[in-house]
């Protein structure tokens, strides 16, 4: 995921055996698990920790993994 957020697709393609639809299902799997931890951090009134995560969220889900139609 660290590669994600720093790169693109095609290194981790190169640096990986795992399928493209794989790694999509695992950004988007990792992404609802931060929003769930976002939820919990809001609810015990952690705002540093909210804002870590959020700006993991953001650093997560963009370009093709935000893509409906995949």
């Known amino acids: ?3 994600w957020a720093k790169g693109s697709i095609y290194q981790i393609m190169e640096m990986t055996q ?3 639809g794989s790694l999509n ?3 988007r799997r990792l ?3 931060l929003q769930q931890l976002i939820l919990a951090s809001k609810s ?3 705002t540093e920790l909210e804002a870590k995560l959020e ?3 953001s650093k997560i889900k963009r370009r093709i993994v935000s893509t409906a139609s995949l």
Do not use: K, L, W
Request: aromatic fraction near 12%; avoid cysteine.
């Open 1 to 3: 995921m660290y590669s």
């Open 18 to 20: 795992v399928f493209e």
């Open 25 to 27: 299902r695992a950004i």
């Open 31 to 33: 992404e609802e698990a």
């Open 44 to 46: 015990i009134g952690e």
């Open 55 to 57: 700006e993991a969220v």
